[in-house]
């Protein structure tokens, strides 16, 4: 179930206040949850209390629309994006998340205009190459997850050079999703597995799921735990379709270069009442 958490005014998607908050198990639609208007410290207390997610994710949704609204040209929020970016991963370090996935680019993204995807590959250089310094400082391990054989020689090297310079890092396991796309990653892991089965490796009806999540960009890396999509849209664009099939979702109205560090506790708050059954009783 997708759940909308409303918090703070003046930067929300053109929804009122209070309207409809996220819900706890078993509590009736409609009534809202109070811890809206807690400040930021006594959220981070009352979620420090809980069980953290081990691995959350997002979809950075609604770079375009904060741009629009500020009367930027579009390039403009998916660099306030970005710097957006390494403040939640610094902050969900800090709170103590081991793992996130950032949803940057998707298979899909590549039919937007030229300008704006040729832009969007400058800023992913820019990124690495500008922040690596901060990345190292607060002990990021970057992986880059999603094709790689369709990226520009300057991304590849920009993300190779960050991969090798953090491989040593652990206070955070950050993957980036780039060039990715949920149906495109199972397919890969598909193909790899028949070419096994063609080559003896291994039956066709000896394949579990294990070796399914074995052959997917995410190997060794836990599925999320909670998934948050910010902009307020309600659905998952492709993204770790077979990773979340146990995820909460928690979607937010704040466009992502607003999400702050209040809102990311705001939805392990939501997450932490949740109710998670996986299948039982």
């Known amino acids: 179930m997708f759940s ?29 949850v109070d811890n809206t208007t807690k400040d930021i410290d006594s959220l981070k207390a009352e979620v ?12 950075m949704d ?15 929020g998916h660099a306030a994006g970005g710097r957006k970016a390494e403040e939640i991963v610094k ?6 998340i081991k793992h996130m996935t950032l949803y940057v680019f998707s298979t899909e993204n590549w039919r937007r205009p030229e300008d704006e995807v040729e832009g969007l590959m400058s ?26 054989d369709r990226l520009p020689q300057d991304v590849l090297r920009a993300i190779i050079k960050v991969e090798e310079r953090t491989q040593a890092n652990a206070k955070i396991f950050v993957n980036l999703a780039i060039d990715y796309g949920g ?6 892991a598909a193909q790899e597995l028949a070419k096994k089965a063609v080559r003896g490796e291994i039956l066709p009806e000896a394949i579990r799921e294990e070796h399914v999540s074995s052959h997917l960009d995410t190997a060794g890396v836990p599925d999320p735990d909670l998934i948050i999509r910010t902009g307020g849209e309600m659905r998952i664009s492709n993204f ?10 928690v979607v937010s109205p704040v466009l992502w270069p607003d999400f702050s560090g209040r809102d990311l ?10 109710d998670r059954r996986f299948g039982s009783v």
């Open 4 to 32: 909308r958490l409303f918090s703070g005014a003046g930067r929300r998607a053109g929804r009122p206040e209070g309207r409809c908050a996220g819900r706890p198990a078993g509590q009736p639609a409609g009534r809202r």
């Open 48 to 59: 420090g209390r809980g069980k953290l997610p081990l691995h959350v994710a997002i979809i």
């Open 62 to 76: 609604g770079n375009g629309r904060w741009a629009q609204r500020q009367g930027l040209p579009r390039l403009s």
């Open 91 to 96: 902050f969900a370090q800090d709170i103590g």
């Open 123 to 148: 800023l992913l250089v820019n990124m690495f190459e500008k922040r690596l310094g901060n990345l190292l400082d607060y002990g990021a391990r970057i992986r880059v997850i999603g094709r790689k």
């Open 183 to 188: 149906r495109d990653e199972i397919r890969r």
């Open 240 to 249: 770790l379709i077979w990773q979340s099939a146990y995820a909460e979702l």
């Open 265 to 274: 506790l705001l939805a392990i708050s939501e997450y932490q009442r949740r």
